[in-house]
Each structure stands twice: as structure tokens, then as C-alpha cells.
């Protein structure tokens, strides 16, 4: 087996008597995408969040390209290759769709610090960003704020965000929530490519999504991961249609 | 109106408005405008410096007279070195004062860009009414050191008996010392516009709306901010240069926290965010300050009626009552 791109081992977070990971690990490996699922309150975004470096944790290392990550800010980790796009849309609300995707190219690139250039007639991060829009089917949109835009067209920003990083592995916190059932089968076509360019941990509630994309799939229950294997396997495991898919089913 | 937006109309007569002003005074022999618009133009600039912290940048310092004071007494010092003839210092290297405008600024520039780093390193690590109050703080803490440091005139301040030269200029001219101060304004305006425009205000307006955002995309928010704070006091800073050699007078009060006051309150009344906001917010301070300060010393009262008007019913200041809603895109 070769080394996974992104290796979680062991980490912990609590707040207060509350375990929100508890001793958890798990990897990502080049091409896969590995669904991360588990009901509300699991502790799938405070993983996502510890990972990124937005939250510290109690013990345990998150390993990135052989890169222990202990230490840095989540700025560092973004710049490492890390793409994540947040459950709760988080976007520039008064850049338009353009602008924002703007942003995310000129971080990428490393040049936040230029101070004369007009960003409105630089061709090319405008190229290069409207590139990125069409990939998330948002180039009619491109001219819209952010805060005019629809949830669903917010959650594509959010995608075409995390794509212009260029990343060496995405994370996505429920990508489709309240995506509406055309926007989400879209989407999981896209996300079906999106493997070849990184590895996707992905964290979802669709269970179509999940049984349809996944390679690989853990089931995180109270901070613990209970299950972890394919797809089959995971539909086919008793304690999981227990505690998970029971009662969702 | 297709391709000029109201606002923009509103700037290109302000900047005419301010280029006619000291002819027209002239004209009616009112020479005490053109001393009135010399402090609406250096105030506008100092404000134009806080404007890029507080409206593009979100960082509201209650602070920034440290910088107009660290400018002024920049500008003090060093000319009061220069009348005495006597050096500033002369070990481990000689300084000696000069009445060089341009040196002046630049040392202002470099002296209260300085003083932001050091303040922006330690305040911008907080955020919200923290970061009003440490700024707060430091900015007094300075004002009391100057008011305790007897060699620069502590309490009493320091003269600059005649005011500083400019290359081809006859700065004693009020005319001439006014089109100075135009012009570092109108320059303040285009850099604040230009950084505005820029990759580097891109990440800093991200910076003000969602630090979340900004570190995802590998940008540090703190670095941004820093950098803005410290562009924002230089620009204040040049300013304070300006206001001593327009008072030739220099003195603690302009450290104290009324100043700080005074020009984030013509930034707010102008709008905040808005270009010309500063300059028109100036000119209304002045106009205010010249009509009601000569009926009742409590004007400050009446412009502050205007200002809890502005807060309330019009967030974008006087522009955005006559121009509407910035525009974004
Ligand atoms: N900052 C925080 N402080 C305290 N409790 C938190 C915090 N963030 C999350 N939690 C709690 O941790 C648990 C896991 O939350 P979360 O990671 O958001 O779950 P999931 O994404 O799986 O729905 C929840 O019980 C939540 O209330
Ligand atoms: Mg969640």
C-alpha cells in the first residue's frame, strides 16, 4: 500500500465532559474518496475543523504529505493543500461569486500582498477564476454578490473556492445539504471526477451520495469511529444499520 | 449617468469645490478660508489614513491620534533641531534637525508607521470593543509620555517658529502651504483607492467581513490587518506633519484621545468606507466648527446631534445620503 496522502491518528478533542473525538484515526488515500458519516452531533465538523487547524486538539496528529501539521495555523495548512469548504456556507458576501473565486486564485498564487494592480482588469486572475466558476456551473452567475446568490449557488461557490486552492486533498462538510435533488446529482457527478485531481474526505447525509460515491466509508458515532470499510460493508453491519442507518432509514 | 455613478460626480465636484476654494477666498478677501481648508484637507487626510483601517479594513482604532501626534512631533522636533542648530542626537551616529518638508514627511511616514506596527502587533490580536479600548490605551499612553518629557516642551507643547521649506514653494504663502496639503490629500485618496482596488485590498476588505474565509484560502488575517494598520498610521502620521507646521505648534493634545475622537467622528460622518468620505466629513467638521464654535463654545454639542443622526439614519455618512449605497461587486 502506498503512503495516504492525509493520515489522522489517534486525536482527541473534548469540550468540557463532552468527547467530541475520541481516539480517533483514519486516512485518505491518492483517488479515493472517503465518506465520513455518522447522525448529527457526531463530531464530523470538529474533526474537519481540527484537521484544518481551526480548532487544536487535545492529542493525536493529523499528517499530510508526511508533513506533521502540529503547529500551524489554519492559513498554513490551507497553503499545504488542504481545500475545505465549510457546512455552513462561508463566503465573501459582498464580493460577487467572481470576486470571491478572485480571492481564493490570487491566496493561491501567493500574492495578497501586491498593492497597485486593479484585480477588476487583471485578465488573468479573472480568466483563471471564470475557469474555475464554469467547473461549478456558476459563470451565469459570476457578476451576482455572494449575498444574492441562492444556498444552493452559495454551496457551488463554495466547491469553486476550495477548487482554485488547487489542493492536494479536499475536505467537504456536507457539500450537498439543501442542494435540492438536481443541484445534488450534479454534483455528485462532478465530485465522482474530482477524485482523479485529490482525494475527497467527504462528509455527507445523502446516503445516495455516499453509497454511490464512496470508496471507503466510517461511521463516526459520539466522536468514535464505530465502523470503517467499504460500502458493502458498511450496509451490511449490523451495529451500523443499529446506530446509524436505523434510524435514519 | 451611464458610465459615471453619482458618487463619483459627488468626488469630481468635491476635488473642484477644494481646487476653486482659495482662489474664491482670495477673490472675496477671505483669507482665513484658505487656513480653513488647509485643515479640512489635512484633516481629511488623516482621516482618509483611518478610513483604510476602519472602513475598508474594519479595525476600529480609537487610537490613531498616536499617529497624528507621532507625525506632528516628528515634524516638531526635527525643525526645532534645526532653528536651534543643534543636532538631535551625535552618537552612535550625528542626527541633526532639518526644515526640509520632504525629510520631515518622510520621517513622519516612517516614525508613526513604526508606532502602528508595534501598536497593531499588540491590539490586533483582539477584536471588537478590546481592540477600541487597547488602542485607546496605547494612544494615551503616548500622550502621557509627552506630556512628562520636559526636553521636547512636556505640557506646553513646541513651537515651530517659521514654518518648514518646500522646494519651489513659499510654504509662509497660505495659498501655497494649502496646495501642499491638497495635494498630499488628493494623493491619499488615489492610494487608498488604488490599495482598495488592489489583491492586497481584496484580502483586507475578506479580512474585515470573514477571517474564516480568508485563513481557508491560506490568507493569515492578522498579517493583512497589520499591514493595513500600519499603511493607515503612515498616512495619519503625515498628516499630524501637516497640522504642525499648518499650526507651527505642536502639543501634547495632538496625542489625546479627542483627536483620536475628532477623526474617526468626520470618518463617520462623511461614511465610512467611502472614498471621499474623509474629505467630506472634514469639510463638515470645519464649516461646523467655524459657525457654531463662534456662537457657543458647546458646538460640539450640536455636531454631535448630527453625528447620532448619521449613526441612525444614514450608515453611509453624508455621501452615501447624496450618492446612495456603495456599490460592490
Ligand atoms: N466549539 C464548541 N464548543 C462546545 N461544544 C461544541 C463545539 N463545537 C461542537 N460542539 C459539540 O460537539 C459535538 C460534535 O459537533 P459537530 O462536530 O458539529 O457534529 P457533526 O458535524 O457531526 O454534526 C456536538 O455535540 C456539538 O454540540
Ligand atoms: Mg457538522
Not at chain 1, 191 to 198: S, T
Not at chain 2, 13 to 22: E, H, K, V
Amino acid at each position: 500500500m502506498t503512503n495516504p496522502i492525509l493520515e489522522i491518528k489517534n486525536l482527541n478533542k473534548s469540550f468540557g465532559a463532552l468527547k467530541a473525538t475520541d481516539d480517533v484515526s483514519i486516512t485518505l488515500n491518492a483517488g479515493e474518496i472517503h465518506a465520513l458519516i455518522g447522525p448529527n452531533g457526531a463530531g464530523k465538523s470538529t474533526l474537519i475543523k481540527q484537521i484544518c487547524g481551526g480548532l487544536s486538539s487535545d492529542s493525536g496528529s493529523v499528517i499530510f504529505n508526511g508533513q506533521d501539521l502540529a503547529g500551524l495555523d489554519v492559513a498554513e495548512r490551507a497553503q499545504l493543500g488542504l481545500g475545505r469548504t465549510f457546512q455552513i456556507s462561508s463566503v465573501i458576501m459582498e464580493f460577487s461569486a467572481l470576486r470571491n473565486v478572485m480571492l481564493a486564485v490570487q491566496a493561491n498564487a501567493g500574492t495578497s500582498y501586491r498593492f497597485f494592480k486593479n484585480v477588476r482588469t487583471d485578465k488573468k486572475l479573472v480568466d483563471r477564476a471564470m475557469a474555475i466558476l464554469a467547473r461549478v456551473e456558476l459563470e451565469g452567475r459570476a457578476d451576482v454578490s455572494a449575498a444574492e446568490l441562492s444556498h444552493g449557488e452559495r454551496r457551488q461557490l463554495e466547491i469553486a473556492l476550495a477548487l482554485a486552492l488547487e489542493p492536494k486533498a479536499f475536505l467537504l462538510d456536507e457539500p450537498m445539504a439543501g442542494m435540492g435533488p438536481e443541484g445534488s446529482k450534479r454534483l455528485i457527478s462532478f465530485l465522482d471526477g474530482l477524485r482523479k485531481e485529490a482525494p475527497i474526505l467527504l462528509i455527507e447525509h445523502d446516503m445516495d451520495a455516499v453509497f454511490s460515491l464512496a470508496d471507503r466509508i466510517s461511521v463516526l458515532v459520539y466522536g468514535r469511529v464505530v465502523a470503517s470499510g467499504t460500502v458493502d460493508e458498511i450496509r451490511n453491519n449490523p451495529a451500523v444499520r443499529e446506530a446509524y442507518l436505523g434510524e435514519t432509514a | 449617468m451611464a458610465s459615471l455613478s453619482r458618487e463619483t460626480l459627488l468626488n469630481i465636484f468635491l476635488t473642484i469645490g477644494m481646487l476653486a476654494l482659495p482662489f474664491v477666498a482670495t477673490a472675496i478677501d477671505e483669507p482665513f478660508y484658505i487656513t480653513l481648508a488647509t485643515r479640512v484637507a489635512i484633516l481629511g487626510l488623516a482621516g482618509v489614513g483611518l478610513n483604510l483601517a476602519l472602513g475598508t479594513g474594519g479595525l476600529v482604532s480609537f487610537g490613531h491620534a498616536a499617529f497624528f501626534g507621532l507625525g506632528g512631533y516628528a515634524a516638531g522636533i526635527l525643525a526645532s533641531h534645526a532653528l536651534n542648530y543643534t543636532p538631535i542626537m551625535e552618537s552612535p551616529f550625528l542626527i541633526e534637525g532639518t526644515n526640509q518638508m520632504l525629510i520631515i514627511w518622510l520621517v513622519a511616514i516612517i516614525v508613526s508607521g513604526i508606532g502602528a506596527y508595534l501598536i497593531g502587533l499588540l491590539s490586533l490580536r483582539t477584536s471588537g470593543v478590546y481592540f477600541i479600548m487597547i488602542t485607546l490605551a496605547f494612544a494615551q499612553m503616548i500622550y502621557y509620555f509627552a506630556i512628562s518629557w520636559p526636553a521636547y516642551g512636556g505640557e506646553d507643547g513646541l513651537s515651530i517658529y517659521v514654518r518648514n521649506a518646500f522646494p519651489g514653494v513659499n510654504t509662509l504663502d497660505p495659498q501655497g502651504f494649502y496646495f501642499i496639503c491638497f495635494a498630499l490629500l488628493m494623493a491619499g485618496i488615489w492610494l487608498s483607492a488604488t490599495l482598495k482596488n488592489s489583491r492586497f485590498g481584496a484580502a483586507l476588505q475578506s479580512a474585515r467581513q470573514n477571517e474564516e474565509r480568508l485563513s481557508a484560502v491560506g490568507v493569515k488575517p492578522f498579517n493583512i490587518k497589520l499591514t493595513a494598520f500600519v499603511i493607515s498610521g503612515m498616512m495619519t502620521g503625515l498628516a499630524g506633519a501637516l497640522f504642525a507646521d499648518l499650526n507651527r505648534f505642536v502639543s501634547p493634545s495632538m496625542l489625546s484621545w479627542h483627536m483620536s475622537g475628532e477623526i474617526m467622528i468626520l470618518v463617520i460622518l462623511g461614511g465610512v468606507g467611502r472614498l471621499y468620505g474623509p474629505l467630506a466629513g472634514a469639510i463638515i467638521y470645519i464649516i461646523f466648527e467655524f459657525i457654531f464654535g463662534g456662537m457657543t463654545e458647546h458646538w460640539q454639542f450640536f455636531l454631535g446631534l448630527v453625528l447620532l443622526g448619521v449613526v441612525l439614519f444614514a450608515r453611509g455618512g453624508v455621501i452615501g445620503l447624496i450618492a446612495g449605497r456603495a456599490r460592490h461587486d
